[in-house]
C-alpha cells in the first residue's frame, strides 16, 4: 500500500485527537480501531493487514467529513428550561441531598446536565440510565466505572468502595431518571445520607419525564416516602414554558437576517409535543434542502408527518404581511 495514503489517513487521525485533546486511544476507539495498532502502523511494524485498517480509517473520515456540510446545531444554549435545570443541580450540588426535575422530552434536560457536568468535572458525575441498567449491581458498576473503583463481586463491597471514592461536595446526576425501581433509588439515597450523617454534602439528581416526580416525589405513596421527605428540589416543566427568546438563541442565524416568522413558527414547534428537539430537527432538515425560510420550513414539517394542528400558520402568515 503506497506510503503516502497511509501518511495522509495517520495525518486526519492526529488532527483529530488534537481538535478533541484526546488520546491515542480514544481516537482509536472513536473510529473502532486500537491505539496500539495505530501506534504499530506509524512504526512500520503492523503485522495484520495495513490496507483495511487505512480504509477504515479514509471511511470514518469521509462521513465526517460529509456530516460537516449538513446543519450544526448550536452545541448549548442557556434557554429557559436549560437554566432551570443548571442551578438546580447546581443548588442540589451547593446544599448535598436530592433533587428531582422532570419535564417534557425534547425540552433541553439532557444538554443542561451534560453542560454541568462539563462545567464541573473534578466533582460532578453524568449517567444516563436505559431500562437495560437500573439494577443496584449495573448502576453500582456505572459508578465504580466513573470513579475508578474495582467493581466488587458483592454490593456491600461494591458500594463500600463507592463510598471510598466519593468526596465532600460532589452531585451525582442520573438522567432519564424514569426507568429507576424503588430499591436503587434507596441505595443511592443511602450515600446522600451517609454524608449528610457526617456533616457533609453529597448531591443527587435525578433528572427524567414527568413520571419521575410523581414516582420519586409522591409522598402518598408509603415505599417512596423517605425519598419525598429528603428531597429538597422537586421541579416539573413542559414544553409550553418554552420561551420565544429560547429559539432566537438556538438558531442565531433568524436573528442574522432578521426572520420573525420562521422565528414565531419554530417556537409553536417547540411548544407543541415536538419540544425544542423537534423544532432543530426541523430547521435541521429544511436548512440541509436549502431552504429555512418560513414556507420551506412549513414544507419540510408536513414532509416529516408533524403534527401541526394546533399551530394557527395564517396567523403567523398575516404577521407577516403586517411586518412587510
Not at 124 to 137: A, E, Q
Not at 227 to 233: E, G, L, M, P, Y
Request: glycine share 8%; proline share 2%.
Amino acid at each position: 500500500m503506497e506510503q503516502e495514503r497511509i501518511d495522509r489517513a495517520l495525518e486526519k487521525v492526529e488532527e483529530l485527537k488534537k481538535n478533541r485533546g484526546i488520546s491515542q486511544e480514544a481516537a482509536g476507539k472513536l473510529i473502532g480501531i486500537s491505539g496500539s495498532a495505530l501506534s504499530q502502523i506509524k512504526s512500520g511494524k503492523y503485522a495484520a493487514d495495513v490496507g483495511s485498517v487505512i480504509k477504515k480509517i479514509e471511511n470514518y473520515f469521509l462521513l465526517k467529513e460529509d456530516f460537516g456540510e449538513t446543519y450544526q446545531e448550536v452545541e448549548y444554549a442557556e434557554t429557559f428550561i436549560s437554566s432551570k435545570v443548571y442551578d438546580t443541580i447546581r443548588l442540589c450540588h451547593i446544599k448535598g441531598g436530592l433533587a428531582i426535575f422532570s419535564g417534557d422530552a425534547g425540552i433541553g434536560k439532557t444538554k443542561a446536565a451534560k453542560k454541568y457536568a462539563a462545567d464541573n468535572p473534578t466533582n460532578s458525575i453524568y449517567i444516563s440510565l436505559n431500562p437495560c441498567l437500573t439494577s443496584m449491581k449495573s448502576i453500582l458498576k456505572m459508578l465504580c466505572s466513573k470513579l475508578g473503583a474495582r467493581p466488587e463481586r458483592q454490593l456491600d463491597d461494591m458500594w463500600l468502595a463507592i463510598r471510598e471514592k466519593l468526596s465532600d461536595g460532589m452531585v451525582i446526576i442520573f438522567d432519564e431518571a424514569q426507568h429507576l425501581p424503588y430499591k436503587p433509588i434507596e441505595m443511592l439515597r443511602s450515600f446522600a445520607d451517609a454524608f449528610s450523617d457526617e456533616g457533609q454534602t453529597l448531591g443527587i439528581v435525578f433528572i427524567g419525564n414527568p413520571e419521575t416526580v410523581r414516582r420519586l416525589g409522591a409522598k402518598q405513596k408509603a415505599e417512596f416516602a423517605q425519598i419525598a421527605n429528603r428531597t429538597k428540589q422537586k421541579l416539573v416543566y413542559g414544553t409550553k414554558q418554552i420561551q420565544r427568546h429560547d429559539i432566537e438563541l438556538l438558531f442565531p442565524i433568524l436573528q442574522k437576517t432578521e426572520m420573525a416568522a420562521e422565528t414565531d413558527f419554530l417556537w409553536r414547534v417547540a411548544q407543541s409535543e415536538q419540544g425544542l428537539r423537534g423544532a432543530v430537527n426541523l430547521f435541521g432538515n429544511a436548512y440541509d434542502n436549502g431552504n429555512y425560510t418560513f414556507k420551506g420550513l412549513v414544507a419540510m414539517a408536513k414532509h416529516m408527518e408533524l403534527d401541526l394542528s394546533g399551530i394557527d400558520i395564517s396567523e403567523i402568515k398575516a404577521e407577516m404581511k403586517k411586518g412587510a
